[in-house]
């Protein structure tokens, strides 16, 4: 691993200068690894990155840590799993430990209808380059024997899955690693820095207005999680994105070491183990469109008697946290990367709930973009006027939300 010395640089918050070559509003996993890649890949360090709260507060800090490229269209599958790739040696190259752990993905059915689902995923992620393969019940048995096939008789029986080679990493250390990595090599980071409008040349974005005042800029990227809509609204651009809470809820530690990632597309739910021992599980979206970030009582019960049913050692469990994050979901259930229409406005949005598997490639793709002003090859066909040419990217089966 390359060292990195905490005694060989101080790193302190910036005191925002008049202007930079690049703004980017969001300091998350995915505007850290823009800053991050710009710096390392293209040697562009005129950038700063403003974040309204504390670096990493948003919903970088409030996901479930799931890494996987197992979707169902083969622009999907080819975007995450190089991603997934990427992950495999962030930990080397920025010199900082991740707590990255490998872990195979149970995603199973529990229908016929299922079982074609998971069949067709598993030949789609195969064909484009992620390790999925279909598991009948005895194999799944086999790969992990704390699940109930037969689901207790409250819920129809596990009758196959998709058996993905997926991973977890922890979602603090990923977006410090990122944002220290920028700041080594001079890039600005200025937390409690609310951007309240954008500054226009006619139709051009040349600046921000802060809480700190007016910067300017080359280039503005919206990064932002959750509030995407209203800063895109300052540029004059309309994005077809809707904002649902996400819940989740971690338990005490379980004393036996459970390997899998664990996930049903029927019942709307997944389960995996942190570094702690401690189980962690996630659902579907809530249906309302909202920014509200409190947590339900509704919401731990359901999600509770799905997993005891399906996994029933985890009815000894205690409950110890719950939390609530921000998904911004566009249309078609895949994210909106690049330009927008508006000269000097760039964003990344649209994340849904699969936004901390993709920080490595959509910062590298972006930085790419700004850089060379050319769009990578895996990024273009997330552009945000593929709705207005009809090539949306259907793949909501796959998203875990519904």
């Known amino acids: 691993m390359n060292e990195h010395p905490e005694a060989e640089i101080t790193l302190r918050w910036s005191e925002p200068e008049a202007s930079y070559d690049v703004i980017i509003v969001g300091g998350g996993g995915h505007g850290l690894s823009i800053a991050y890649h710009l710096a390392t890949r293209h040697d562009i360090t005129s950038v700063l990155v403003v974040e309204a709260g504390y670096i990493g507060g948003g919903n970088s800090g409030r996901n479930t840590t799931v890494i996987r490229a197992n979707y169902g269209i083969p622009e999907a599958v080819r975007f995450y799993q190089h991603s997934l790739e990427r992950y495999r040696r962030l930990e080397e190259e920025t010199g900082r430990a991740m707590m990255h752990d490998r872990k195979g993905l149970l995603w199973m059915a529990h229908s016929e209808a299922g079982v074609r689902r998971e069949r067709a995923r598993a030949a789609v992620n195969q064909a484009f380059g992620a390790e999925t393969t279909y598991l009948e019940p005895d194999e799944i048995a086999a790969a992990c024997p704390e699940i109930d096939l037969a689901c207790g008789g409250g819920f129809p029986e596990v009758m196959g899955a998709s058996f993905h080679q997926g991973a977890t990493a922890r979602h603090d250390r990923v977006v410090w690693a990122l944002a220290e990595g920028a700041m080594r090599r001079g890039v600005h980071v200025a937390p409690r820095t609310a951007v309240v409008g954008l500054v226009h040349d006619g139709r051009r974005i040349v600046g921000v207005e802060t809480s700190a ?122 994210p909106i990367m690049g330009d927008t229409g508006v000269d000097g406005f760039l964003i990344t949005t649209g994340w849904g709930t699969w936004g901390f598997k993709a920080i490595p490639a959509g910062g590298e793709f972006m930085a790419q973009r700004i850089a060379t002003g050319v769009v990578p090859e895996l990024m273009a066909p997330f552009s945000l006027d593929r709705f207005e040419r009809d090539r949306t990217l259907a793949d909501r089966g796959s998203s875990g939300t519904h």
């Not at 597309?265 to 995996?272: A, E, T």
């Not at 049913?309 to 110890?320: E, G, N, Q, S």
């Open 213 to 334: 005042g007016r910067i300017a800029a080359g280039i503005v990227v919206s990064a932002v999680g959750g509030n995407v809509t209203m800063l895109a609204d300052m540029a004059g651009v309309r994005l077809p994105i809707k904002t649902h809470p996400l819940q989740a809820f971690v338990t005490n530690r379980y004393q036996h070491r459970f390997d899998p990632i664990v996930a049903s597309g029927d019942l709307g739910f997944y389960v995996s183990q942190t570094a702690r021992g401690q189980m962690l599980l996630g659902a579907e979206i809530d249906r309302q469109p909202s920014y509200s970030r409190g947590s339900t009582h509704d919401l731990l019960a359901s999600l509770s008697h799905r997993a005891i049913t399906v996994l029933p050692f985890m009815r000894d469990l205690r409950v110890l946290r719950q939390w609530t994050g921000s998904c911004d979901m566009s249309p078609d259930y895949s």
